[in-house]
């Protein structure tokens, strides 16, 4: 299920808490982010299940790999945030930089070519799909359409183009602000 309506934004979701003091971590291993990048939709089942045997042989390679992806996640959460951080633009657009070079162009079902990150990149290639996918976000997307969602220990981001939407889901974080703007109303 997507929160955001994009994957890069999906993948800043995977922490809640954003600028809080402790922040709540949801990719905890590098199973944890290829099973992430499965669900995406950014690799593909059966390359997920080679990738994760590999990542069970070489577990200190995985780890630097989810260590890297993360900081990648750091620095597209603050270039969708504020606009102006030229540091983040630089981390993104140079991993972007470095995913493309990596990537193949493939004849696809419908609508019929797409770049991929190749299987041989192993390990490196959930990182280098997410690298990939946060280039062409920020080189497609109107950063002022990106909203945060403004709940304590939230600050998920997500696509809104009507700039209507208040709430990562109203589900959750817009039912809990009623909730308790309900509750300061009965007691005072």
């Given at each position: 299920?997507?929160?955001?309506?994009?994957?890069?934004?999906?993948?800043?979701?995977?922490?809640?808490?954003?600028?809080?003091?402790?922040?709540?971590?949801y990719l905890t291993s590098y199973d944890h982010l290829v099973v992430w990048a499965r669900e995406a939709g950014l690799v593909g089942a059966p390359i997920a299940a080679t990738v994760r045997r590999s990542a069970e042989r070489e577990p200190a390679e995985a780890?630097?790999?989810l260590e890297r992806t993360l900081a990648l996640r750091d620095a597209v959460y603050a270039a969708c945030t504020d606009p102006a951080d030229d540091d983040a633009w630089q981390t993104v657009a140079a991993?972007?930089?470095?995913?493309?070079s990596v990537a193949v162009l493939v004849r696809d079902a419908p609508p019929g070519r797409r770049w991929v990150i190749p299987e041989s990149a192993g390990l490196e290639l959930p990182e280098l799909e997410l690298e990939r996918a946060a280039g062409a976000l920020l080189a497609s997307t109107d950063l002022s359409t990106i909203g945060r969602c403004p709940a304590e220990g939230c600050g998920w981001l997500f696509l809104d183009p009507r700039g209507r939407r208040r709430w990562c889901t109203m589900a959750v974080c817009g039912n809990r602000a009623k909730a308790r703007r309900h509750a300061r109303k009965t007691r005072g």
């Open positions: 299920m997507s929160i955001a309506d994009e994957p890069t934004l999906d993948f800043c979701n995977t922490r809640a808490g954003w600028g809080t003091a402790e922040p709540r971590e780890s630097r790999v991993k972007a930089r470095a995913a493309a």
